[in-house]
């Protein structure tokens, strides 16, 4: 609310300032003109009748004062444009630059929020664990979820730290030999321990290797798989896939929740965006994954996009060249 408000006072002050240069502006052009009227008037009211070249001078002088006022009406139209873009630019600069700011803020409330929780659950089944005799079934689902709770906190921490090294230009090597498919059937079955009342399917394919960096393309696919989890209801499938079609591999990740509207399609690639309102979405996250999924795939020479999936929900399609098996 405060940044709003922030905002629309910025708006208010800018719009206010901007119609007063552009009426000072006004104010000046038609000051010049008169200006200039009662000059050319003051020396033709000086030439004489008489005179034999009267009739050239007065020329002149008519000519002088459609000159000048070309040049003002021209001077004033240049001015004009140089505002009216710049303001333009000003406004639009300000603008992107508050929602950037007020994407960080939210950012690293998501942040904060993705940190406490699984710290919170972590250290609640090590004091049970500690405090408690229970037997092993218990202990292990205890330890189980702590495991999971602490992969989660190792995502979070790669994808922050993957996100400072891109954006500080930092090289990679896309060189290694690596089997799209054999690291999406593993995460697959990953999430699906992780999130055990998830349906989550593989669609299995065989190996299809692609030249690139091993961890940045199981971030890749994680991304992608934590997104899909985050969106789709808990009775929902999300289907995974692998193939190889031509010269790229093709990862496909499908999901049934409620879809994507087209005007977000492009947005949900940018830094810190999430999808819906900043002030009642409810869906955890940073704004980071899928940044960085396109990040990843353009350092892979590749592409991303996402469709509408049927009857609802969307889909994820990566597409990166592939090598020889």
Not at 52 to 70: C, D, G, L, Q, W
Not at 86 to 112: E, H
Not at 300 to 322: E, M, W
Request: hydrophobic share 45%; net charge positive; charged share 25%.
């Amino acid at each position: 609310m405060a940044q709003q408000k922030k905002l629309t006072y910025i708006t208010v002050v800018y719009w206010v300032m901007l119609l007063y240069t552009m009426a000072a502006l006004v104010w000046w052009f038609i000051a010049l003109q008169r200006q200039a009227a009662e000059m050319a008037e003051l020396r033709m009211a000086q030439l004489s009748p008489d005179d034999p070249s009267y009739e050239r001078r007065m020329r002149e002088e008519i000519a002088f004062k459609t000159r000048k006022n070309a040049q003002y009406i021209g001077e004033g139209l240049i001015f004009f444009l140089v505002i009216v873009v710049g303001a333009v630019f000003v406004y639009r600069a300000t603008r992107k630059q508050l929602q950037l700011v007020k994407q960080q803020q939210n950012f690293m409330m998501a942040v904060t929020h993705e940190l406490k929780t699984p710290i919170a659950v972590t250290r609640l089944n090590l004091e049970t664990l500690q405090r408690r005799r229970l037997d092993e079934e218990r202990q292990k689902m205890l330890l189980q979820t702590a495991i999971i709770e602490t992969e989660r906190l190792n995502d979070l921490a790669n994808n922050i730290l993957l996100a400072s090294r891109m954006d500080g230009g930092e090289s990679v090597d896309f060189s290694e030999r690596v089997d799209l498919c054999r690291h999406a059937s593993d995460l697959v079955r990953q999430f699906a321990v992780r999130y055990p009342g998830r349906k989550i399917e593989w669609m299995q394919t065989d190996a299809c290797m692609v030249g690139g960096d091993e961890l940045l393309l199981r971030i890749l696919i994680s991304n992608l798989l934590d997104n899909a989890v985050t969106y789709t209801p808990e009775n929902c499938p999300i289907t995974v896939s692998v193939k190889r079609s031509g010269s790229n591999a093709i990862l496909e990740v499908a999901d049934t929740g409620a879809g994507i509207a087209d005007g977000e399609k492009t947005k949900i690639f940018d830094k810190f965006y999430r999808m819906g309102n900043e002030e009642t979405r409810s869906a955890k996250g940073t704004g980071l994954g899928l940044f960085l999924c396109r990040k990843i795939v353009l350092g892979h020479k590749g592409s991303i996009d996402v469709r509408d999936n049927q009857p609802h929900g969307c889909v994820f399609i990566v597409l990166i060249p592939a090598l020889d098996n």
